[in-house]
């Protein structure tokens, strides 16, 4: 269970007659708490809530005085607000009496975009009390020292004052209640930890950290792959190996040839593994994350990759100064030894820019986009081993030069292939920008067109109807190659699965690139297909759903979640959907989801003891939330527990994970406990 936020609180005199409440928060790297100003169905906005005012009124609403940013957030969908590092929120007062006393409760969200992680809906509290000669008094809520007359100020009286239409109030209490007590609200932190350190759960959080990285040096590998293809590459290689070979012939000199071709290619590693960790120095994994997320800068890598994709598709070429390689070749000439076999491969990275420029800068941009630090450097290091690979195993096994495939037009299809690719994921931020504002330009209907027509004529070119002014006319050999029809295959076959989407099918291959369902205007049957319907057996509270569990003898899933929780929708789509998932939560479990974000006002305020303070519970969401956290050590949606009838753990949890076969195996383990 993690607090990444620590308010503070404090009345600060502005005149006789006015003063005002700061809140100052500190944050830790990497999360931001949202502001006052957010639209519906976005995060959680600050809101300043008074349980108990008298002698004072309200002057304006609630404001946020810190370094608000509006970025536009790729987790909401949408343009939001935000503070980071330090948050300060402020509310004024008039005082109408010659005494005074005010109190109540400042509620916040924060998250963290790098982790796709929020925590539930928090309280600050707050009870101050003085006339027009008060001094300055501070009132922490990390370490609060109560006044006197906290407690009493605590008990919510059904007087208000007038003008206070800017800042909500609550309605009259006249008592507090207590958590039910019994086991269902025993804590089993422990049992859960004893199931989370079993090696055969499939839920451990640094095993998905190095499944994160294993993908990026994998799509780097790949990218490595593609550009060495390329015709900026690929005939440099034999005449490349051919050189060093050459260099050291004589008696006992092979062994120099392969350890120089060796370096060579190890030169070719560290330099696009500098280029890596260049860019998270200059930036930094969250700045790289906020750009990635910004419109403007959205719009940008729009604009870039479609000229990446024009240039690969042949309208033109992006090369760096000629002179650029000149000078460095000359100076590889005029030195030896090591530097020599450096400057070689640093010219190789200056002369084959044209091709592996585009293929570098989609992959830096979607990689710095997941805000990992390590992710730049993790993607050039499997982009530079792929793209050495080759230099090395020529030159140790310089017979396979022989049977080296010829420089041909099959590379300018790869070429041509790439762009067309590249000119498909730039929709996605194009998309980003259009959902900030509000333009609507490309909604998901008319984002699904674009791909649909995008990849029906990629397999028109790799079938041989379209040529572009670079592509080879061969008059004797006019055919399709048996690789290029398959391709073209797999090509129309995607193009197709895409159609259903114009009214309303889910695509879940493209759900994590096109813009969200409800940004389509029209949805066969009036249903939305991509977020997963009632189950059977499902409740929304706790005590509920648990009593029903016991009557019918069935293991229980505790789902904790949000309306404002993003991945809780995308387990919905991507994962609840899938039959045989839905067949087991159907059949076999009773499912009880647990809003944590319910502003449902609670019939009585509930009073807990959590980290050596008193709590207010007041609404729904705040007894779930309290729930998560004093049962099970969480605060973070979403949180899958799966349960027995008495409230112990059958399983280790789960969280954010859209592995259908992880998702099934954990409701599997569950039900074999």
Not at 113 to 125: F, G, M, R, S, Y
Not at 433 to 453: K, M, S, T
Not at 523 to 528: E, Q, R
Request: charged share 20%.
């Amino acid at each position: 269970m993690h607090n990444p936020v620590h308010f503070s609180v404090r009345q600060q005199k502005i005149s006789d007659t006015e003063f005002e409440i700061v809140f100052s928060g500190d944050i830790e790297d990497g999360w931001h708490v949202y502001s006052t100003d957010n639209k519906k169905g976005g995060p959680i906005n600050a809101e300043l809530t008074l349980e108990h005012q008298q002698g004072v009124k309200t002057k304006g609403a609630l404001r946020a005085n810190g370094n608000v940013k509006r970025v536009a957030e790729e987790m909401f969908d949408m343009e939001v607000s935000y503070m980071e590092g330090k948050a300060t929120f402020s509310q004024r007062f008039v005082i109408t009496e010659p005494t005074y006393e005010v109190s109540g409760y400042l509620t916040y969200g924060a998250c963290n975009t790098n982790t796709k992680q929020c925590i539930p809906p928090a309280d600050v509290e707050f009870a101050f009390t003085g006339n027009t000669e008060f001094s300055e008094k501070n009132y922490s809520t990390e370490h609060s020292e109560k006044t006197e007359n906290t407690e009493k100020n605590l008990v919510p009286l059904a007087e208000q004052v007038e003008d206070t239409t800017s800042v909500p109030s609550v309605s009259s209490v006249s008592s507090v209640s207590s958590v039910p007590e019994g086991s269902l609200w025993t804590p089993v932190i422990d049992e859960l930890q004893a199931f989370s350190s079993n090696s055969s759960s499939p839920l451990g959080g640094s095993q998905r950290g190095a499944w994160f990285l294993g993908m990026i040096f994998f799509l780097g590998f790949l990218g490595g792959l593609a550009a060495l293809l390329t015709p900026c590459v690929w005939p440099i290689i034999p005449m490349t190996v051919s050189f060093f070979l050459k260099r050291a012939k004589g008696e006992g000199q092979r062994a120099k040839g392969v350890r120089d071709a060796m370096l060579y290619g190890l030169s070719i590693i560290v330099i696009y593994m500098a280029l890596g960790l260049l860019v998270t120095a200059l930036f930094g994994a969250s700045a790289l994350n906020a750009m990635s997320t910004n419109a403007v800068f959205n719009i940008f890598f729009f604009l870039l990759l479609l000229v990446f994709a024009a240039s690969f598709l042949g309208g033109f070429e992006i090369t760096l100064p000629s002179s650029w390689s000149s000078a460095v070749d000359s100076k590889a000439t005029k030195t030896s030894g090591l530097l020599s076999i450096f400057l070689m491969a640093f010219t190789l990275v200056l002369v084959s820019f044209s091709c592996t420029g585009p293929i570098i800068g989609f992959l830096l941009v979607e990689v710095a986009s997941q805000g990992n630090i390590l992710g730049p450097s993790i993607g050039m290091f499997g982009f530079a081993v792929a793209l050495a690979l080759p230099f090395t195993l020529f030159a140790l096994f310089p017979s396979w030069l022989k049977s080296m495939p010829k420089s041909g037009n099959w590379m300018n299809c790869i070429k041509v292939t790439l762009g067309f690719l590249e000119l498909a994921f730039s929709l996605k931020f194009f998309s980003v920008a259009d959902l900030a504002y509000g333009w609507h330009l490309l909604d998901r209907e008319v984002f699904l067109c674009l791909w649909i027509v995008i990849f029906a004529l990629l397999g028109a070119y790799l079938i041989g109807w379209i040529r572009f002014p670079h592509d080879e006319v061969d008059e004797e050999n006019n055919y399709t190659s048996v690789t290029r029809f398959f391709m073209a295959l797999v090509s129309f076959a995607f193009a197709l699965y895409m159609v259903p989407g114009l009214w309303g099918a889910p695509c879940k291959a493209v759900s994590a690139f096109a813009p969200p369902m409800n940004t389509q205007n029209f949805v066969l049957g009036g249903k939305n297909y991509e977020v997963g319907g009632k189950r059977n057996e499902s409740f929304e509270d706790y005590e509920e759903g648990m009593s029903y569990a016991k009557e019918h003898g069935k293991p229980v899933l505790l789902d904790f979640t949000g309306y404002g929780c993003v991945n809780c929708r995308k387990m919905e789509a991507a994962v609840w959907t899938h039959p045989e998932v839905q067949q087991l939560m159907d059949d076999e479990y009773v499912v009880i989801s647990l809003w944590v974000d319910d502003k449902t006002p609670l019939p009585a305020p509930i009073e807990v003891e959590e980290g050596g303070e008193t709590r207010r519970l007041r609404t729904v969401g705040d007894k779930w939330s309290y729930l998560q956290r004093s049962k099970f050590g969480a605060n973070a949606q979403p949180f899958y527990v799966l349960v027995n009838a008495d409230g112990h753990p059958l399983a280790a949890p789960y969280s954010y994970n859209e592995d259908v076969e992880a998702f099934k195996q954990f409701l599997k383990m569950g039900l074999r406990e």
